[in-house]
């Protein structure tokens, strides 16, 4: 199946939901007006904020809707896109500031290969604002992962989105059903019809999160949650190493004991299963010191561990969970009556 642009240079609608945030906000409607294509409408929706979001887009020029109440970015992105005009829905968070050219690039792709009906977005290897270590490593990591251009038809994220118009339409809203499984819901939808593609030439820069601490609360939650929505399909390409990987850093925890029981021999099953992990994701390691040499790859080694145990830690627990709602959703079993 295909989509077709009833105009060579259509109408984009820009849609961002916003939740407070309001001077980060302001960054990416600057690069939102810098666009060298000139045919957008920019819409954003003020989930309930308590700061001045709303003020701020409409000193840009930008349309203003606001949820009824805070429901997260996908009530709002589904909101934002009954309110778009345009033949492109781009959808594209707040945090984030796009390259010059990503939104003409877009169209570009999308008049070039009418059997795309999803086309993703890129982070950058450098956090927007906050340029704290942990964010630097946040940057480089949230490149490597999750929006890889080396896997372009595997991923998919609402984060920098652009899908055209009829596409939406047919293929119906985000899930707002779904908290962090929502853009793989997405990419499953879009494929039983048509082609997704991930495109390093739609790239922008993120506001990374500054502190390690708050990096690994929202990797566990996510991971735990993720584990919970999870359903046949959702798995993309080069994960699966990665979570060979993790499961491998949570089972060297209950290996530090072995030297007890095994001796010497058992105390050298922690670093191998260590090392492991590390070779199954050696790509990621190697990215980290190419791009910013050796000292702070070792701190990004660091983090990245406690990283990658903190996910299978909130996958392992977020599995436990699904289980136990399956027992207690399970009919109860009708046993014969009597006599």
Not at 19 to 30: E, M
Request: glycine residues 8%; hydrophobic residues 45%.
């Amino acid at each position: 199946m295909e989509h077709i642009m009833s105009r060579e240079r259509p109408l984009v609608s820009v849609i961002i939901p916003s939740y407070n945030r309001s001077d980060v906000l302001g960054l990416c409607l600057a690069a939102v007006a810098e666009q060298t294509y000139p045919h957008i409408e920019v819409i954003v929706v003020d989930d309930c904020g308590t700061e001045d979001a709303a003020r701020v887009a409409a000193a840009k020029g930008a349309k203003v809707v606001r949820t009824q109440v805070n429901g997260g970015p996908t009530p709002a992105r589904n909101l934002g896109a009954e309110h778009a005009a345009g033949e492109i829905l781009f959808f594209l968070d707040a945090d984030i500031a796009l390259d010059p050219d990503a939104v003409e690039n877009a169209v570009r792709i999308l008049a070039s290969h009418p059997r795309i009906g999803a086309l993703g977005g890129i982070l950058g290897p450098e956090s927007l604002v906050s340029q704290s270590l942990a964010a630097q490593y946040r940057a480089l990591q949230m490149h490597r992962w999750w929006m890889p251009a080396h896997r372009p038809t595997l991923e998919l994220h609402a984060a920098v989105l652009a899908v055209p118009a009829k596409v939406f339409a047919e293929i119906g809203p985000f899930d707002p059903r779904l908290r962090e499984t929502v853009s793989s819901d997405y990419r499953i939808r879009v494929t039983r019809s048509y082609e997704v593609k991930l495109s390093d030439a739609i790239r922008g820069r993120k506001d990374h999160d500054a502190t390690v601490g708050t990096i690994l609360r929202k990797v566990l939650r996510r991971a735990r949650i993720s584990a919970l929505d999870w359903h046949k399909g959702e798995t993309p390409g080069d994960s699966v190493p990665r979570a060979v990987g993790g499961v491998l850093l949570l089972a060297a925890v209950p290996a530090l004991a072995l030297p007890v029981v095994a001796g010497r021999a058992g105390a050298l099953v922690p670093p191998a299963l260590v090392a492991t992990a590390i070779a199954l994701d050696a790509g990621t390691y190697r990215f980290a010191y190419t791009q910013r040499g050796a000292a702070f790859g070792l701190y990004f080694t660091g983090v990245h561990l406690a990283v990658t145990f903190t996910g299978a830690l909130g996958g392992a627990v977020g599995v436990l969970q699904r289980f136990a709602r399956a027992r207690r959703e399970k009919p109860a079993r009708i046993l014969p009556a009597q006599d």
